[in-house]
């Protein structure tokens, strides 16, 4: 027996057997200890090896455990044998009650060997356990001396005295570890206890034989192992080493632990990981362990307060390949990190750096290696914020170009004053570190003048690195070289534009005044003019205002390379006001064309100053539309680059304006002397939705205010609707196929949607007669719509062609009138002339699809989806169909006699 006393897991082990009269199976001892099953055999085999339990097989793979001390028989009361299991180790109690005729079959199944030998030391009984150990026939060895078996003289002398000292009370039984010989030459490793009993012919000796082979390697395995693992441990500086086993329990541990865990590796040993770790140690080690006991290998860092440890655990597998446990290894690996950290960073300076030349000296565009730049200190610098700022401002601040941390809460920073401004002066550096924070300001200086500074700010411990510094200076220097670049090409772009430009202008001017003579309404005049100009290569866009005489104010009326330049800005034109409509509202005062050589700088352009920027020009001109003393607004034409407009092209587009005014006069005038007539139709059709599958009844109200007939019969309605009518059109939607799609536009209130469809009979009678539908309403399931047709039409035909669809309908009013050339219906005659049909419904579907609006409702990609054309396609349609008529056809009211 193993001596000392036994390990707390091993001593909950074997406690199990308190009281226990019968074997136990492994299951059994693990649901009393709830641990699992591997553990608790570990655990049962330990005890076997210290001679405290005993252990048979049972069947192919089960296993039963007992008390180490054999099971006595004695007689009950009534002369019956019962067994008993007694304290301690004393066979002699058992050979007390032997009756061979009984005993013997309990003994041939014992997994230890068990004999017998007579006074002379001659055996006289042997279980087959016995032979199997010795290799030797039970017949041949019954009569022959022990010493046949046995030749090591110790336990021959255990056997010749242990009688003797048991009869003197000296003992109760003696044990022995040695080898006995087998066949084939071979030896094993047995454990021997013997005693002797009693007899009337003396004294018997009886003896157990224990097989300690499979246990003395596993002794000299865990030796080896742990001889191991303490080299591996003095060859690991501040590491640790340990093995767990499946119930996530240390049970080997060598080592120096993190000084902030306050328990040394010994203290881990049989205590389980999350009981003796603190939770934050322990969340990050146990997906380790268990990690490996599934028979991975997992390899992590763990950190331990302010210590950072790399950890490897892998699984430690049995004979037959089973994994019973985990190997970890940690080691304290903080200050390599910090080296590995610093020398990353370095690393990913000179990486930055490199990347950023490359782009400076390849032309880069300013504003994306502004990005570039903040982007690379952020990302390499322990700051609270950097940026790029430009010293070109107005309003006494610098501009930031590019940043990261500052919010627009935060102060600007000024042009006078401050650690920026000292930089820009002395075109030097600036360091600044107070105790508190810090800040690093290198001036940006691609001339003799600084451009700008490149500052970095954050709260640190009160010292900046030199290192710092020189990878601030070194941004800031590539910066400079890329802005010197920029600005050589920027003068080389300009002289090559401006003689382009010039001979350019020749060419719109008369390319204008050819458009704008075939024109009819004013629309078309101002559409074609910016249209011509935005598609010039001297200019980026170009729009049209019109002059409110009842606001003061210049409205848009056209425009064109450009979308929103004027939402929420109002243009004043008061004279009595303060000037704040900038060239523009001079222009209309002084009727004379205005010119801009730099947008950023001129104070006139002071109230668009954001949109300068934003929209990417440099310089304008604002050119008065004007004939025979009357104005009709201002043309307005933007270039990118700055001092576009010189001597030359101011005398040339100056006479865009009389050109332009001269147009629309004569469109004027030829409008006013052109007339038509329609016919009006007011049709109800009560039930609509009779006979259309439908789930629920016809709710709410809904509109059908506009309709484009697309290629193959389908429709493109547009319209609006309460939310109970919305319901009801979606249910339209699902039970009929040809309602192809309804589709939201807006959600309101009222909600606009967009239907299509295939082939629908309200409709498609309207448009087979030519008709044109003013405006539908449905209320309820009742529908009343407003027609129009030419006089020509067969009126009686186009109320028959619908009835025939609908039986209830009903002409509820008809009359003829004269309408001006403004009437959409007349329009829609020019466009019948003027426009191809895809033109036309490219137009249209964009129209009342809101693609026109601002900001768009729909996008040209979904109303392609909807004309089921490619976008391509669609744009190029469109694009031609502008040119043409635009929002006049639109825009137009029908005038109705009183």
Request: negative net charge.
């Amino acid at each position: 027996m193993t001596p000392g006393p036994l390990p707390p897991p091993l001593a909950e082990t074997e406690a199990v057997f308190d009281g226990a009269s019968t074997p136990l199976t492994t299951p059994e001892v693990a649901a009393h200890l709830d641990v699992g099953r591997r553990s608790t055999y570990n655990r049962l085999q330990d005890l076997v090896d210290r001679d405290r339990l005993r252990t048979k097989k049972v069947g192919a793979n089960a296993r039963i455990w007992w008390r180490s001390s054999p099971s006595t028989a004695t007689a009950g009361a009534d002369g019956a044998a019962t067994t008993s299991t007694p304290d301690g180790d004393a066979p002699e109690q058992l050979a007390d009650a032997i009756d061979a005729d009984r005993l013997d079959p309990l003994l041939d199944i014992l997994d230890d060997g068990v004999f017998t030998l007579d006074a002379a030391g001659r055996y006289t009984w042997v279980n087959e356990t016995y032979t199997s150990l010795v290799g030797r026939d039970g017949e041949d060895l019954v009569g022959t001396h022990v010493s046949t078996v046995f030749d090591d003289p110790d336990v021959l002398d255990a056997i010749e005295t242990c009688g003797r000292e048991l009869h003197r009370g000296e003992r109760e039984s003696a044990r022995r570890d040695t080898q006995v010989a087998v066949s084939g030459g071979q030896s094993r490793a047995v454990a021997v206890t013997v005693t002797a009993v009693a007899t009337d012919d003396g004294l018997d000796r009886f003896g157990v034989v224990t097989d300690t082979t499979e246990r003395d390697e596993r002794e000299r395995a865990l030796v080896e192992a742990n001889t191991q693992l303490q080299t591996l441990v003095d060859t690991i500086p501040n590491g640790t080493v340990t093995l767990v086993d499946d119930d996530l329990r240390y049970v080997t541990a060598f080592g120096t632990t993190s000084d902030s865990l306050d328990v040394s590796a010994a203290d881990l040993e049989g205590k389980r990981i999350a009981d003796v770790l603190p939770e934050e140690v322990a969340d990050q080690l146990v997906p380790a362990y268990e990690a490996a006991l599934a028979g991975a290998h997992y390899e992590s860092d763990v950190t331990v307060g302010d210590r950072t440890y790399e950890c490897h655990h892998v699984p430690v597998r049995d004979g037959d390949g089973e994994v019973y446990a985990a190997f970890g290894i940690a080691q304290d690996v903080t200050e390599r990190e910090e080296i590995a950290g610093a020398l990353r960073r370095q690393l990913q300076r000179q990486a930055g750096v490199t990347e950023l030349a490359r782009h400076a000296l390849g032309g880069g565009r300013p504003d994306a290696l502004f990005d570039e730049a903040v982007d690379l200190l952020a990302s390499t610098l322990d700051v609270s914020r950097c940026g790029v700022f430009d010293a070109t401002a107005v309003d006494g601040e610098l501009s930031r170009r590019a940043g990261v941390g500052w919010s627009d809460a935060d102060a600007p920073l000024p042009l006078d004053g401050g650690d920026a401004h000292r930089a820009l002066a002395s075109g030097e550096t600036v360091v600044v570190s107070d105790g508190a924070t810090s800040g690093i300001w290198a001036p940006i200086a691609p001339r003799d003048d600084s451009w700008g500074v490149v500052a970095v700010e954050g709260a640190v411990d009160g010292s900046v690195a030199d290192r710092d510094v020189v990878f601030v200076e070194s941004v800031a220097t590539l910066l400079a070289v890329a802005l010197a670049r920029h600005y050589r090409e920027i003068e080389a772009e300009a002289r090559r534009d401006f003689e382009v430009a010039v001979n350019n202008l020749h060419d719109v001017v008369r390319d204008v005044t050819a458009a704008v003579i075939d024109r009819s309404t004013r629309e078309e005049i101002e559409q074609t003019v910016c249209d011509r100009l935005a598609d010039s290569e001297s200019y980026e866009f170009a729009w049209i205002g019109a002059v409110d005489e009842t606001a003061d104010t210049v409205s848009l009326r056209a425009e064109a390379g450009v979308e929103g330049y004027l939402d929420e800005v109002t243009l004043s034109v008061d004279p009595d006001a303060d000037p704040d409509g900038g060239p523009t509202a001079d222009a209309v005062r002084t009727r004379t064309a205005q010119f801009t050589n730099d947008a950023r700088t001129d104070p006139r352009h002071a109230p668009v100053r954001d949109r300068v920027r934003q929209f990417g020009f440099r310089s304008s001109a604002a050119i008065p539309i004007t004939h025979e003393g009357t104005i009709y607004g201002v043309l307005n034409v933007y270039a990118a680059r700055p001092n576009a407009f010189g001597e030359r092209e101011r005398d040339v587009i100056a006479q865009l304006g009389e050109v332009v005014g001269h147009a629309i006069a004569a469109a004027e005038r030829k409008q006013a002397l052109l007339s038509d007539e329609l016919v009006e139709l007011t049709v109800r059709i009560d039930d609509v939705f009779e006979g259309v599958a439908t789930s629920v009844p016809p709710a709410g109200t809904f509109t059908f205010d506009y309709m484009v007939p697309l290629s193959g019969g389908d429709f493109l309605v547009y319209g609006t609707a309460t939310p109970d009518a919305m319901s009801f059109l979606r249910d339209v939607e699902e039970h009929n196929p040809e309602w192809d799609s309804v589709t939201v536009r807006s959600h309101g209130p009222p909600v606009t949607f967009e239907l299509r469809g295939v082939d629908l009979p309200v409709f498609s009678a309207i448009a087979s007669r030519g008709g044109h539908l003013e405006r539908a309403v449905v209320d309820e399931g009742d529908l009343r719509m407003t027609l129009y047709f030419a006089p020509s039409v067969d009126i009686p035909g186009a109320i028959e062609t619908l009835r025939r669809n609908y039986p209830q309908t009903v002409l509820r009013r008809r009359r003829q009138f004269t309408r001006s050339f403004e009437d959409t219906v007349r329009v829609h005659r020019r466009m019948v002339t003027d426009l191809t049909d895809r033109q036309r419904t490219a137009l249209e579907a964009a129209y009342h699809a809101g693609f026109f609006e601002w900001p768009r409702d729909t996008s040209g990609e979904e109303v392609a989806a909807a004309m089921d054309v490619a976008p391509p396609t669609f744009h190029q349609h469109l694009r031609k169909a502008q040119r043409k008529v635009y929002d006049a056809v639109f825009e137009s009211p029908i005038e109705r006699p009183e």
